[in-house]
Every structure is written in C-alpha cells, then in structure tokens.
T-cell receptor, first 112, second 111 residues
Framework: DAGVIQSPRHEVTEMGQEVTLRCKPI?????LFWYRQTMMRGLELLIY????????DSGMPEDRFSAKMPNASFSTLKIQPSEPRDSAVYFC??????????FGQGTRLTVV | GQQLNQSPQSMFIQEGEDVSMNCTSS?????WLWYKQEPGEGPVLLIA?????ELTSNGRLTAQFGITRKDSFLNISASIPSDVGIYFC???????????FGTGTRLKVLA
C-alpha cells in the first residue's frame, strides 16, 4: 500500500488566491482527518470525515476554509481567499474508525 | 480547550542512553497513541495503547497507558542516531472522537 498520498508537496501562492490541497486516503479506511501544523500551535485538527461525511468541522478556522470528500478515495481542503497567516504544513490522515491514524507527507503552504 | 502536555520539551542525549518522556492531560483518555515525526515528513505511528495499565513494546520502544487514564509514558532504550525527531502523544479524550496532539518532545541524539 502506498499510504496516504497528498498533493502538492509544496505550494507557494499570493495572498488572495485560491488554494486547493488534495488527499488520497489508504484504501479501506473510512475515517479521514485534515490537520494543520505550525510552530506556534502545533498539530491542530481541522476537520474529521467518517464514511465520506463531515462529522466535526469545528477546527476549521473560518469560512475561508472548506473541505470535501466526494468519495472514499479523495478529499480536498480549499482556502479561498488565502492569507499569509494560513502558511503552515497541512496533513491528511486516514484510519479505520477512531483508532490509529496514518498520516501523509503533508503539503507545505506558503502564502506571500 | 483540552491540552496534552508533554515533557520534557526537548532532550539532548548520548547514543546508547535510555530515554523517558511523558504526556499528561486534564481529561481521561481511552486510547493513547505515540507518533514520531522527522523533518519534512508526516507523523508516523509508533505504538497504540487501548487499556489502562497496558504496557506495549515495539522494538526498543515501550509505552504505557497510565492507570489514571490521564497520562502515558514512552521509553526508548539504547538510543541510536536515527531516533532523532519529535515524539508526539495523541488521542481522543473519552467521549469524543476529536484526536488531539501533545506539544511534542524533541529528541536529539549525539553520536
């Protein structure tokens, strides 16, 4: 198994632009998580999907952030419009139920 | 909000030494997970614990689920240079499904 696959690995964009991050979870996993990691705040859970349905999006910072999971093998996290304070590493993780979560390699986002 | 506090924040040790770190919470946990993160990579799961008092090993790593269910411990025996990284505890507080991560312990091993 290739593990959780995220793309792109790096993204540099200008303030105000739309950014879309992509994730392919491990086949057979029914839970999917999006995390954001910064030096100041560590790893923060943004949103949790179970069986493609968003269960908890209380960690999404504001309306500029949205996440979708149209099917069991794909999820996106979109930021529109992006701001410099959104610069961080964004991780996608998948698992079965609420046990272990397996992480992708992350997308390093820089908003200038 | 709920927090997982890890100590120490960072450690510098000599190769071959044993390492101990812990994670504490004000909430009860039903699951404790320990992850390791290396630069430029995502966290990698090391050990999962599901029962109070449980002691589980993975090679040179041993983790314990505290009896109070509010803490967990990770030990690394005979450290080697590739143990370098940041170690995180994580889990969903009891009654929730919201995984939270600890503040991390940064480990550096001097050869």
């Amino acid at each position: 198994d290739a593990g959780v696959i995220q793309s792109p690995r790096h993204e540099v964009t200008e303030m105000g632009q739309e950014v879309t991050l992509r994730c392919k979870p491990i086949s057979g996993h029914n839970s999917l998580f999006w995390y954001r990691q910064t030096m100041m705040r560590g790893l923060e859970l943004l949103i949790y999907f179970n069986n493609n349905v968003p269960i908890d999006d209380s960690g999404m910072p504001e309306d500029r952030f949205s996440a979708k999971m149209p099917n069991a093998s794909f999820s996106t996290l979109k930021i529109q419009p992006s701001e410099p304070r959104d610069s961080a590493v964004y991780f996608c993780a998948s698992g079965t139920g609420l046990t272990e979560a397996f992480f992708g390699q992350g997308t390093r986002l820089t908003v200038v | 909000g709920q927090q997982l506090n890890q100590s120490p924040q960072s450690m510098f040790i000599q190769e071959g030494e044993d390492v101990s770190m812990n994670c504490t919470s004000s909430s009860i946990f039903n699951t404790w997970l320990w992850y390791k993160q290396e630069p430029g990579e995502g966290p990698v799961l090391l050990i999962a614990l599901y029962k109070a008092g449980e002691l589980t090993s993975n090679g040179r790593l041993t983790a314990q689920f505290g009896i109070t269910r509010k803490d967990s411990f990770l030990n690394i025996s005979a450290s080697i240079p590739s143990d370098v990284g940041i170690y995180f505890c994580a889990g969903p507080p009891s009654g929730t499904y919201k995984y939270i991560f600890g503040t991390g312990t940064r480990l550096k091993v001097l050869a």
